[in-house]
Structure formats: structure tokens, C-alpha cells
């Protein structure tokens, strides 16, 4: 099964090498590994030729943001499996075999993200934590926080039922928008298996330099989704149950008692977890 990954890149030379192995240290063996860098000043030039025999392609050239060089780099593209890592992120090493084995035995998984993982500027991994199940639904109530983007994997008829085409128009929340897409065709799958991590940066850390203005695109994305009557039905009646829940609260009768939680589980639905089966060894769908 071939796995396509796409790295964009601007004057990301302090970690972009680490990157670059965190992928090509995988040893996949039909691994298509493309880097889309946007003109970059520093030495990340350097650093890609220094691996480009290794590469499917690369090109440096300007372009009008990070979402448009990674529609660059699937354009390039053909493998079944598709995904993009950013050029301070980085893979836990065999994520991709894992990757692989949960798309060849499981048919019905086509969108997968793994285990919320953090690296720090040494590379540490200073946090893991079990990722949530997110819903269609939940996106449609805003409670979108966080798919980690680093873990994300799907299939290509996915992606190409969804458009084949990120939101270029987007500066920030590109990533929020595909979700938003691939929900309308697809459940998001949830492993616990480490696959990739975000880097904590002390400064330059554009996804949190510039969180007001994700929010702001993913207001904007949300506010042009048609919400069916039913789901419209649904939301409304989680709502109200949240805002009798803080009356009670705040009158003191209230204290344990989860109403809406419990309305969510069962009108939201729930992400398909995939788990390690240790009596037969292998993956498998919960």
C-alpha cells in the first residue's frame, strides 16, 4: 500500500531535517515522501538537497501559504494512504507500518487519527494523551478541539470524494475545513497507537501565534454549512439541557448529574476506536 506524505516548508531549517527522518527513518517500503518549500532564505535548501534522492519530488518556489504548497504536493501525489506533516512535526518511529497494517485489514477505516502526542525543541515526547472521538455533529456544534493534524491519515477515494482540493483560501484553518468535508462522507476512526506529534515551540509557533484568527476562519467555515432539520432538532435539545444544567449548578442542586452528556452519547454517535488486539496481535475495530 503506497503512503503519499506531504511536507510543506518556509524557512523552517531549524527543524526541518528532523522532520525529514522522522519519515524517511520509517523504512516504509512504498513510501512517496514529497517537501513543497515556498522560496525558503535559510538553510533549508541545503537540507533538502542533502536528501533529495530519497524524495518523490520537491520544489521551492513562492506560493501564497501553506495550504496551497500542500495542494502542490498532492497534485504530485498518487498513493492510496494520504497525509501531510508540517516541517517541525515529526512521526514515532514504525507509525506508518501501523498506518498500513490498520488500512489493509480494517476496509471499513478511511480516515484515521492517532494518540495526541507533543515534542519539545529537543525532540522529547513530553506528552501523550488518548485522543477524543469526534463527531460530524460535534463540529457542527463547534466543539472541534483538537484532531491532532500531525496523526491524520485517509484513503484517496476520500479525498476525492471530498473535492480532492484543500480551501487555499484559507490561511489558518484549512485543515479544519477538510475535516468538515471528509465528515460529510466518513466517520473520523480513532487509534490509541502513537502515529505523528506536534512540536511545542518557545516562539515562532505559528498555529499559536495565530489562534484568534483560526477561530475566526473556523466561525466562517461552520457559518456556511446547511444544517439539516433533524440535526438542527438535535443540537437544539443538547443545548437546552446544557443551560438547565447551569441553572441547576448554580443553584446548588446539581453537582455530579451530566444530562447533556449523556443526550450527546446517544444522539451524536460515537468515533470508531481502533485498538491493539494482544490476543491475536494485530489491530482491530471496536
Same mark, same amino acid.
Given at each position: 500500500m503506497?503512503i503519499?506524505i506531504?511536507? *510543506?516548508n518556509?524557512n523552517?531549517?531549524q %527543524?526541518?531535517?528532523?522532520? !525529514?527522518l522522522s519519515v524517511?527513518?520509517q523504512k516504509?517500503?512504498?513510501?512517496e515522501?514529497?517537501v513543497?518549500d515556498?522560496g525558503s532564505?535559510?538553510?533549508s535548501l541545503? !537540507?533538502i538537497?542533502?536528501y533529495?534522492?530519497n524524495?518523490?519530488? =520537491?520544489?521551492s518556489?513562492p506560493?501564497?501559504g501553506?495550504?496551497e504548497?500542500i495542494?502542490k504536493?498532492?497534485d504530485?501525489?498518487s498513493?492510496?494512504v494520504m497525509? =501531510?506533516?508540517?516541517?517541525d512535526?515529526?512521526?514515532?518511529?514504525n507509525?506508518?507500518?501501523?498506518v498500513?497494517?490498520i %488500512?489493509?485489514?480494517?476496509g471499513?477505516?478511511n480516515w484515521?487519527v492517532?494518540a495526541?502526542?507533543?515534542f519539545?525543541e529537543k525532540?522529547?515526547?513530553?506528552?501523550? #494523551?488518548q485522543?477524543?472521538g469526534?463527531?460530524?455533529l460535534? %463540529?457542527?456544534?463547534s466543539?472541534?478541539?483538537w484532531?491532532?493534524?500531525?496523526s491524520v491519515? =485517509?484513503?484517496? *477515494?476520500?479525498?476525492e470524494?471530498?473535492?480532492?482540493?484543500?480551501?487555499?483560501?484559507?490561511k489558518?484553518?484549512?485543515d479544519?475545513?477538510? =475535516?468538515?468535508?471528509?465528515?460529510?462522507h466518513? *466517520?473520523? @476512526?480513532?487509534?490509541?497507537a502513537?502515529?505523528g506529534?506536534?512540536?511545542?515551540?518557545?516562539?515562532?509557533q505559528?498555529?499559536l501565534?495565530?489562534?484568534?484568527?483560526?477561530?475566526?476562519e473556523?466561525k466562517e467555515?461552520?457559518?456556511k454549512i446547511e #444544517?439539516s432539520?433533524s440535526d438542527?432538532e !438535535?443540537?437544539?435539545?443538547?443545548?437546552?439541557?446544557?443551560?438547565?444544567?447551569a441553572?441547576?449548578q448554580s443553584?446548588h442542586v446539581?453537582?455530579?448529574a451530566?444530562?447533556s452528556?449523556k443526550y450527546?452519547?446517544?444522539?451524536?454517535g460515537?468515533?470508531?476506536?481502533?485498538?491493539?488486539?494482544r @490476543?491475536?496481535?494485530? %489491530?482491530?475495530?471496536?
Amino acid at each position: 500500500m503506497k503512503i503519499s506524505i506531504v511536507t *510543506p516548508n518556509f524557512n523552517g531549517g531549524q %527543524f526541518l531535517e528532523q522532520t !525529514i527522518l522522522s519519515v524517511l527513518n520509517q523504512k516504509y517500503a512504498d513510501l512517496e515522501y514529497i517537501v513543497i518549500d515556498g522560496g525558503s532564505t535559510d538553510n533549508s535548501l541545503e !537540507i533538502i538537497k542533502k536528501y533529495e534522492k530519497n524524495l518523490a519530488y =520537491w520544489v521551492s518556489e513562492p506560493d501564497k501559504g501553506m495550504y496551497e504548497a500542500i495542494q502542490k504536493g498532492f497534485d504530485k501525489s498518487s498513493g492510496e494512504v494520504m497525509a =501531510w506533516l508540517n516541517s517541525d512535526d515529526m512521526y514515532h518511529p514504525n507509525a506508518l507500518q501501523s498506518v498500513a497494517e490498520i %488500512f489493509e485489514t480494517i476496509g471499513e477505516v478511511n480516515w484515521l487519527v492517532g494518540a495526541s502526542t507533543y515534542f519539545d525543541e529537543k525532540s522529547r515526547t513530553v506528552s501523550c #494523551v488518548q485522543t477524543r472521538g469526534f463527531t460530524r455533529l460535534d %463540529f457542527l456544534n463547534s466543539d472541534f478541539k483538537w484532531i491532532q493534524q500531525e496523526s491524520v491519515f =485517509w484513503r484517496r *477515494p476520500l479525498w476525492e470524494k471530498s473535492g480532492s482540493k484543500l480551501n487555499t483560501n484559507l490561511k489558518y484553518a484549512g485543515d479544519f475545513e477538510l =475535516w468538515l468535508r471528509f465528515f460529510q462522507h466518513e *466517520p473520523l @476512526n480513532v487509534t490509541h497507537a502513537l502515529l505523528g506529534g506536534f512540536r511545542l515551540r518557545s516562539s515562532n509557533q505559528f498555529s499559536l501565534e495565530h489562534l484568534d484568527d483560526y477561530l475566526e476562519e473556523v466561525k466562517e467555515c461552520l457559518g456556511k454549512i446547511e #444544517v439539516s432539520a433533524s440535526d438542527k432538532e !438535535i443540537l437544539s435539545g443538547y443545548h437546552r439541557l446544557q443551560r438547565i444544567e447551569a441553572m441547576l449548578q448554580s443553584l446548588h442542586v446539581l453537582n455530579t448529574a451530566r444530562f447533556s452528556h449523556k443526550y450527546r452519547n446517544r444522539h451524536f454517535g460515537s468515533a470508531p476506536v481502533i485498538r491493539f488486539d494482544r @490476543n491475536q496481535m494485530r %489491530f482491530s475495530r471496536f
